[in-house]
């Protein structure tokens, strides 16, 4: 690989992109990189210069741009760089994007309902994702295996919880979790991949389907269910989940790092502290809710199940004590194994993270395009760049060791080391990118002091724009010279 093709991140990403148009697909591109190397900025400061601005706005308004398009070729190199991984965590997860505040924006959905204090039905306008995030099993994110943007459908006061319960899960919106449990097997032809997701993934459809693909799921649970019926009515005989679990003799105990939580209004302020937590685990067969629309048409399974408990015992005072209960179609026969399924499931939250990037980061509820369709071609777009920074961010903490010749030109890393290591010569082995990472978030601001943690993301990203900017003009003055 050249120099040249280590830079430009965006053309090998997109090489098998088809839109049916090469101008198009060399904007998308050249967009990337602008929105890359200005992830903070709007469309028209990131752009060079007019003509680019005029440029990308037509590109996401061009109505032939389909974003499963504009996606294809980054879930094909996802897939392409999970090879070499033994296993995959595929985790899913949503998030909503508010434009409430831009009232012009036609196609927009209706998020949630709250109550104002003047008004009793306040509703909030914007777009629904669902991502499915590639992991390695270090927490590495390899890229999206699927990602859905939609306008959520008018919340109709009518659909009551009981009319919930008489429509197949096919009608329900929480179909979206199976959809794409179904299509990262059929992207991934599965076997490696254990995919991930928050309790309200708690579905038994949803089990019944992984169960039919043969997919590893590993699932926290929603509700103490009853479990282990001998009949689809039976009282006698049967256990609740939690009971069920609590009857088990601890497999064992480890230490976990609960970090701080700040106020705000959906929690209370949380210390950061240490933790000491029990492992419980057992089998259990799950059955089908007694009231499910396909009693009617079809026969049931009967899905056997593993179940492991997270629990602190002792939690300080005035604290909730930290407790998970997972559910996976996985083995699990020793403390290890489950141990390893808990891990796993931690790094759950890095979904989360990803969301929050996006939004706090790049500033894309800020973004005014009009239209929902459009705005759809942008969160899109700016998904997969925001995937690239969110991977370089954590690149550091999970193989520090590599070349940071991986990440960085050879003027890069030149211009980063003689910028941030004044007076030194350059030295004779490539450094690694742990240090290159330092050394980019110093460039945005980082003290790096003896109890620093780690750099923030939008510390990381003012260092990448500096170097960014900085090799630029290395450039330009070695063509000027």
């Given at each position: 690989?050249?120099?040249?093709?280590k830079?430009?991140?965006?053309?090998?990403?997109?090489?098998?992109v088809d839109?049916?148009?090469k101008?198009?697909?060399?904007?998308l591109i050249?967009?990337?990189e602008?929105?890359s190397d200005?992830?903070e900025?709007p469309?028209?400061?990131?752009c060079?210069?007019?003509a680019e601005?005029?440029?990308a706005?037509r590109?996401f308004?061009?109505?032939?741009?389909?974003c499963?398009?504009?996606?294809s070729?980054h879930q094909a190199k996802t897939v392409e760089?999970?090879?070499p991984?033994?296993t995959?965590?595929a985790?899913q997860?949503s998030?909503?994007?508010?434009?409430?505040?831009?009232?012009?924006?036609?196609g927009?959905?209706?998020?949630?309902?709250k109550?104002?204090?003047?008004r009793?039905?306040?509703?909030?306008y914007?777009?629904?994702?669902?991502?499915?995030?590639?992991?390695?099993?270090?927490g590495l994110?390899l890229?999206?295996l699927?990602?859905?943007?939609?306008?959520?459908e008018?919340?109709?006061e009518?659909k009551?919880?009981r009319?919930?319960d008489?429509?197949?899960?096919?009608e329900?919106?929480s179909?979206r979790w199976l959809?794409?449990?179904?299509r990262?097997?059929?992207?991934?032809?599965?076997?490696k991949i254990?995919?991930?997701?928050?309790?309200?993934c708690?579905?038994?459809?949803?089990f019944?389907?992984?169960s039919?693909?043969n997919?590893?799921?590993?699932i926290r649970?929603s509700v103490?269910?009853?479990i282990?019926?001998?009949?689809?009515y039976?009282?006698k005989d049967v256990?609740k989940?939690?009971?069920?679990?609590?009857?088990n003799?601890?497999?064992?105990s480890?230490?976990v790092?609960?970090?701080?939580?700040?106020k705000?209004k959906?929690c209370?302020?949380?210390?950061a502290?240490?933790?000491?937590v029990?492992i419980?685990?057992?089998s259990?067969?799950m059955d089908a809710?007694?009231n499910?629309?396909?009693?009617?048409t079809?026969?049931?399974p009967?899905l056997?199940m593993?179940?492991?408990?997270?629990?602190?015992t002792?939690?300080?005072?005035g604290?909730d004590?930290i407790?998970?209960?997972?559910?996976?179609?996985?083995s699990v026969?020793?403390?290890e194994?489950?141990y390893?399924?808990?891990?796993w499931y931690?790094?759950?939250?890095r979904i989360?993270m990803?969301?929050k990037v996006l939004?706090?980061?790049?500033?894309?509820?800020?973004?005014r395009l009009?239209h929902a369709k459009?705005?759809q071609r942008?969160?899109?777009v700016?998904?997969?760049?925001a995937?690239?920074?969110f991977m370089?961010t954590?690149?550091?903490?999970?193989?520090?060791e590599?070349p940071?010749s991986?990440?960085l030109?050879?003027?890069e890393w030149?211009i980063?080391?003689l910028?941030t290591?004044?007076?030194?010569?350059?030295?004779?082995?490539?450094?690694?990118?742990?240090?290159?990472?330092?050394w980019?978030?110093k460039?945005?601001g980082?003290?790096?002091r003896?109890?620093?943690?780690?750099?923030?993301?939008?510390?990381l990203?003012?260092?990448?724009?500096?170097l960014n900017?900085?090799?630029?003009g290395?450039v330009?003055?070695?063509q000027?010279?």
């Open positions: 690989m050249n120099e040249k093709d830079t430009d991140w965006a053309a090998q990403e997109f090489l098998g839109l049916g148009d101008r198009l697909e060399a904007r050249k967009m990337c602008s929105f200005s992830p900025s469309i028209n400061q990131a060079a210069d007019w601005t005029k440029a706005y590109f308004q061009n109505e032939s741009v389909d499963a398009q504009i996606l070729s760089r999970a090879i991984h033994k995959i965590l985790v997860d998030s909503y994007f508010i434009y409430t505040n831009h009232p012009k924006t036609a927009l959905g209706e998020l949630s309902m109550n104002g204090k003047h009793k039905e306040i509703y909030s914007g777009l629904a994702m669902h991502a499915c995030m590639a992991f390695t099993t270090e994110p890229g999206f699927d990602l859905k943007i939609s306008a959520r008018s919340i109709a009518e009551t919880k009319s919930r008489t429509r197949p899960v096919e329900k919106e179909y959809q794409t449990l179904q990262s097997h059929d992207l991934t032809g599965g076997g254990v995919t991930i997701c928050d309790r309200e708690d579905i038994y459809d949803f019944k389907l992984s039919e693909l997919e590893s799921v590993i649970a103490d269910r009853t282990n019926r001998k009949s689809r039976a009282e256990v989940l939690w009971e069920h679990l609590r009857a003799d601890e497999a064992g480890y230490e790092d609960v970090p701080r939580k700040s705000s959906h209370a302020e949380r210390l502290r240490k933790a000491f029990t419980r685990f057992a259990f067969q809710p007694r499910h629309i396909k009693h009617k079809e026969k049931l009967e056997k593993n179940a492991i408990y997270v629990l602190e002792n939690p300080p005072e604290e004590p407790e998970w209960m997972l559910l996976t179609n996985m026969g020793s403390f194994e489950a390893e399924k808990v891990i931690g790094l759950r939250w989360e990803f969301f939004k706090s980061g790049f500033k894309v509820e800020s973004c009009a459009r705005l942008y969160l899109t700016m998904s997969i760049v995937w690239r920074l370089i954590l690149i550091a903490r999970t193989e520090p590599q940071c991986s990440l030109s050879y003027d030149r980063l080391f910028k290591n004044k007076s030194k010569p350059l030295p004779e082995q490539i450094p690694s990118i742990a240090q290159a990472v330092t980019i978030a460039l945005g980082y003290l790096g003896k109890n620093d943690g780690p750099p923030g993301t939008l510390t990203w003012r260092g990448w724009k500096r900017d900085l090799t630029e290395s330009l003055s070695a000027n010279a």
